[in-house]
C-alpha cells in the first residue's frame, strides 16, 4: 500500500528545534519530489519545502534560513528539521509526494500538529 | 511567485451542480490540480491536468480552464461533497513550487 506517516510533532517553545519525519511504504522517497505543506488551525494549506529528486531543495519565504528539508534513502524517508521556531509555525504539517509529471500532490499523510508557544 | 485567489465559500442545493473557483496568471500556462479536505482529515487529490480524476474519485467531479481561471464542478453535489476545496499551481515562473488558493468552503443545502 503506498502511504506516508509523519511522526515527530509536539508542543515545543518559541525558539526551538523540531525535525519532523515522514516515513514513506509503498515507493521511493528518493525517485519522486517530496513536499511539506502545513495548515494553520482555522487556515488554508500553506506549501513550506520541497526536495527535487535530484536532491534541490526549495523553501517558502516564511521558513527560509529556518527548515531544512532532507531525506535518508536508506530509510525511505523525509524529514523537516526545524529551527528558531515561532509562534506562527503552530500548524499541522504534512508530507507529500509531488507527482511532478501531472503537477499534483498525489499522496498525502494524515499530518502530525506542531505547537509552538511557551 | 504568483497567487492564487478563491472564493472563500459557496453552497449548492443538493443535487445542484457546483462551479468553485481558482484565478491566478499562473493558470495561462499550468494547469490546477484541485483538493478536497474534510474537518480534521488530510487533503485529497480530486482533479488534475487538463480534466483528469485519481482512482476512486467519482465522476460528478470535473476540471475546466480558460484564460488565467481554473475550475471545479460538481455536477449533482452530494451532502459528503462538503468541504473545503483548495485549488493548486506552479508559481509564474513555472517552477514546482506549490502555490496554494485560499481555499473555498462548500456548503451543501
Known amino acids: 500500500e503506498v502511504q506516508l506517516v509523519e511522526t515527530g510533532g509536539g508542543l515545543i517553545q518559541p525558539g526551538g528545534s523540531l525535525r519532523l519525519s515522514c516515513a514513506a511504504s509503498?515507493?521511493?522517497?528518493?525517485?519522486?519530489?517530496m513536499s511539506w505543506v502545513r495548515q494553520a488551525p482555522g487556515k488554508g494549506l500553506e506549501w513550506v519545502s520541497v526536495i527535487y529528486s535530484g536532491g534541490s531543495t526549495y523553501y517558502a519565504d516564511s521558513v527560509k534560513g529556518r527548515f531544512t528539508i532532507s531525506r535518508d534513502n536508506s530509510k525511505n524517508t523525509l524529514y523537516l528539521q526545524m529551527n528558531s521556531l515561532r509562534a506562527e509555525d503552530t500548524a499541522v504539517y504534512y508530507c507529500a509526494r509531488d507527482w511532478v509529471s501531472e503537477d499534483a500532490f498525489d499522496i498525502w499523510g494524515q499530518g502530525t500538529m506542531v505547537t509552538v508557544s511557551s | 511567485s504568483s497567487e492564487l485567489t478563491q472564493d472563500p465559500a459557496v453552497s449548492v442545493a443538493l443535487g445542484q451542480t457546483v462551479r468553485i473557483t481558482c484565478q491566478g496568471d499562473s493558470l495561462r500556462s499550468y494547469y490546477a490540480s484541485w483538493y478536497q479536505q474534510k474537518p480534521g482529515q488530510a487533503p485529497v487529490l480530486v482533479i488534475y491536468?487538463?480534466?483528469n480524476r485519481p482512482s476512486g474519485i467519482p465522476d460528478r467531479f470535473s476540471g475546466s480552464s480558460s484564460g488565467n481561471t481554473a475550475s471545479l464542478t460538481i455536477t449533482g453535489a452530494q451532502a459528503e461533497d462538503e468541504a473545503d476545496y483548495y485549488c493548486n499551481s506552479r508559481d509564474s515562473s513555472g517552477n514546482r513550487i506549490g502555490v496554494f488558493g485560499g481555499g473555498t468552503k462548500l456548503t451543501v443545502l
Open positions: 491536468g487538463k480534466n
Open positions: 509503498g515507493f521511493t522517497v528518493s525517485s519522486n519530489y
